[in-house]
């Protein structure tokens, strides 16, 4: 029986590596498949790892106020040599672009582990945007054993780094395969956040959903984007404006600074990803910076806007369901505008095909494994 080690650390990375873990999990004649994760995120991992029913075998607990990269690499890695020394696994799993991902991905290379990368391949080509996650990306992708990359495009981009096509699947993205078991889940779903909302919201109207946190964008960038806000609420009384802010004070402090007295713009605290995927849901417009959303949203008809100047997820802008926005204030506004008023711009992007996969990379990537496994038996039985 092979050993499974799969890590992670913050929610987005929980939601998409979830499924992977309950699929491997169901395999326990093939595989021992334990979870690690190092609460580099604590209260809102938590919160994901509850709605899966999944109970980490290691937990590293490592959020601390105020936390900087150079300490969270070097615990990460200093912390992982003990859970890898009691485990041993043969595969370890990192997902994306995480210090989480980079850090116990190093470690794992250090253990001898084969590791396998979900989410490969996706490259900005620029180092400081998305800063740190473009290096932690292409970092782990030089260690990594056999790539799981969600596209084509991710794909092409890991064979032009000299990545051997025989160790590169591609999968489609995992997040697709959690929001599939996630939607069914929250189709009756409710909870107090929930039902606070219904009460101060008239969700008959239109709904713009709006997340924000990127480091990028701290400072001048969310300013900018304050102000797109609130033109928006400005101009279309009718509509309501979501925004769960993000707990970090770089993003908290001018976002409320510019939009707390605005009657027809909700700051609220961040929602559990169930109550995420309702209010997603409910949404019609998505103004983001967020990845994984721009990943999700397709497959629910939501049309975004990305408040970034690159992407590492090109095959959405291509394909027509999301338009990069920048955090430049009147491209914020007009692209807005626009979906507000123009029906068939809207509908033509709300219909799109989500490139981002069906909602079965878990079993593509175990059956990747499992072939592996039998070519490797096999060529120990022909070489005895």
């Known amino acids: 029986m092979k050993k499974n080690l799969i890590i992670f650390g913050t929610r987005p990375e929980a939601i998409k590596m979830a499924p992977l873990v309950k699929a ?3 395999q326990t004649e093939e595989f021992e498949t334990k979870v690690c994760v190092t609460a580099q995120h604590r209260e809102m991992l938590d919160q ?10 290691y937990d590293l607990d490592l959020m601390k106020p105020n936390q900087n990269l150079y300490n969270l690499t070097a ?5 992982m040599k003990a859970v890898l020394e009691d485990f041993k696994p043969d595969f370890v799993y990192v997902h994306g672009d995480t210090t989480t991902s980079m850090a116990a991905g190093l470690a794992s290379f250090y253990s001898g582990a084969k590791l396998c990368h979900v989410e490969a391949g996706l490259r900005t080509h620029n180092k400081w945007s998305p800063f740190p996650e473009e290096i932690n990306r292409q970092v782990t992708g030089r260690i ?4 799981f990359s969600p596209t084509e495009t991710s794909k092409a ?13 591609v999968t489609g993205n995992t997040v697709v395969d959690a929001l599939m078991i996630s939607s069914e889940k929250v189709k009756n779903y409710t909870s107090e956040h929930i039902e606070t909302l219904k009460k101060d919201i008239d969700f008959s109207k239109k709904i713009i959903l709006i997340t924000g946190h990127r480091r990028e964008n701290h400072g001048q960038g969310f300013e900018n984007i304050c102000k797109a806000l609130k033109e928006i609420a400005t101009k279309n009384k009718d509509v309501e404006l979501i925004y769960p802010v993000h707990l970090n004070p770089n993003v908290q402090k001018p976002v409320y600074e510019y939009l707390s007295d605005i009657r027809n713009i909700h700051l609220i605290d961040p929602m ?9 849901n409910k949404s019609y417009i998505i103004i983001t910076d967020s990845g994984g959303i721009q990943e999700e949203a397709p497959s629910l008809g939501k049309p975004v806007l990305v408040m970034r100047d690159t992407t590492e997820r090109p095959e959405a802008v291509e394909a027509g369901t999301v338009i990069l926005v920048g955090t430049d204030t009147d491209k914020i506004i007009t692209e ?6 123009d029906t068939s711009h809207y509908q033509r992007m709300s219909r799109l095909h989500n490139p981002y996969g069906d909602g079965k990379a878990c079993d593509k990537i175990i059956d990747y494994i499992k072939a592996i496994e039998l070519e490797a038996n096999a060529l120990e039985i022909a070489n005895n």
């Open 157 to 169: 981009n890991l064979l032009k780094e000299n990545v051997d096509e025989q160790n590169i699947l």
């Open 144 to 147: 990594t054993d056999y790539h």
């Open 75 to 79: 615990t990460i890695i200093i912390e």
């Open 24 to 26: 491997f999990q169901e």
């Open 272 to 280: 559990a990803y169930p109550e995420f995927v309702w209010l997603m």
């Open 336 to 341: 807005t505008q626009k979906l507000l008023e």
């Open 48 to 57: 994901v790892l509850e709605f899966f029913e999944i109970k980490p075998d």
